[in-house]
């Protein structure tokens, strides 16, 4: 489902924030609009309703219906699989969420599983029983939360499986090696969870980085979850222009004020 040319996948973790009217949704138009006016900005979204409840039929209809067709969603399994069964529901559990969630068709992108921050055990042959019950075809990324599961034998078996292991900054280790064919980050705020801004001096490196990764061939997945003060956006935006060649396309009319000092120093 991954198919096309290898690039750069730039979006935010979510879109519907009401702190983002007139910020960055034009004022007036209702949140019914609001998806198709995000499409027209980024080219992917990462979905974070599927990880909350089971989106009906019509809603997920609604999302392929409303952006055009090179737009991918990331979507967050159901936390009901992974906070409340703890990855032991490979039956009906995952029948109930993929016969909703394949429906996206061509326009899904990466599912991402999110682990809770208490399960601190890393446990290889219980992740894999999970791997094996997928749906093949489909590209899956795993973010654990706490970094015990940073182990050999887990990097292994997401190996395995090609599946991306998710490098983000909630945890205080980084994500030791990228696992799999392609690669998954998550920004969730320099400093401050949700809110902090990164600015263009932190996400240089980022840049170069991502850069040497997509000229090696591959696909990476980039999803900033600062969504407080519309610092998602703007990093977005400042990370989009880094890279070049990005279909990003910030409103020209949208006010994007100076990097704070935070944001200059990483």
Not at 75 to 82: A, E, F, M, N, V
Not at 101 to 109: A, D, E, S, T, Y
Not at 220 to 240: E, M
Request: hydrophobic letters at 40%; proline letters at 9%; glycine letters at 8%.
């Amino acid at each position: 489902m991954l198919g096309g040319m290898r690039a750069i996948h730039l979006g935010t973790s979510g879109y519907v924030y009401k702190h983002w009217k007139a910020l960055f949704y034009p004022p007036g138009l209702p949140t019914s609009r609001w998806l198709p006016y995000y499409a027209q900005v980024f080219s992917t979204v990462e979905l974070n309703a599927s990880f909350y409840r089971l989106p009906t039929v019509d809603a997920v209809d609604g999302w392929y219906a409303q952006t055009p067709p090179g737009f991918r969603f990331a979507c967050k399994g159901s936390r009901y699989l992974t906070h409340m069964k703890r990855l032991t529901d490979v039956g009906e559990g995952l029948a109930r969420f993929f016969r909703v969630i394949l429906r996206l068709g061509p326009k899904l992108g990466p599912v991402l599983w999110q682990l809770p921050p208490h399960m601190k055990k890393p446990d290889p042959e219980r992740l894999e029983r999970f791997l094996a019950a997928l749906p093949r075809g489909i590209h899956s990324v795993f973010e654990f939360r706490d970094a015990a599961w940073y182990h050999d034998e887990v990097l292994e078996v997401l190996d395995r499986w090609d599946v991306a292991l998710c490098e983000h900054d909630l945890v205080p280790v980084p994500a030791p090696r990228p696992t799999g064919s392609f690669r998954y980050l998550r920004f969730h705020g320099l400093g401050a969870r949700y809110a902090g801004r990164y600015g263009r001096t932190a996400l240089r490196p980022v840049a170069r980085d991502l850069k040497a990764w997509r000229q090696k061939g591959r696909d990476a997945w980039v999803y900033f979850n600062n969504d407080l003060h519309g610092h998602a956006l703007l990093d977005a935006f400042d990370l989009a222009e880094l890279l070049g060649h990005v279909p990003v396309h910030p409103p020209p009319d949208m006010q994007r004020p100076p990097e704070t000092e935070s944001s200059r120093t990483a």
